[in-house]
């Protein structure tokens, strides 16, 4: 079973060093694979695999850094491109 998901995810403050774990009470509940600052110096960008339990939650953050402010779930989908039935 899948144990994790691919979320989006934005931050006030510099961006941190990835990849950086996630970690939440002290309990490490993911990583952030990629991040970039977002224009204006507002804050940061990214991307993260976290565990489903902690998708929902409101206290995950960087290690050593601020809370995460906001975690948006992206769409589960097939990819686009060749068909998976190949026909002659």
Known sequence: SVRRRLVRVTASGVPPVTPSDLVRGGER???????????????????????????????????????IELIEKLPLARPHGRPWAIED
């Open 29 to 67: 509940c993911g990583v952030v694979t990629t991040a970039a600052p977002l224009p204006g110096g507002s804050g940061w960008i990214g991307l993260a695999v976290l565990r489903h339990e902690c998708v929902e939650a409101r206290d995950v953050s960087p290690a050593g850094g601020s809370a």
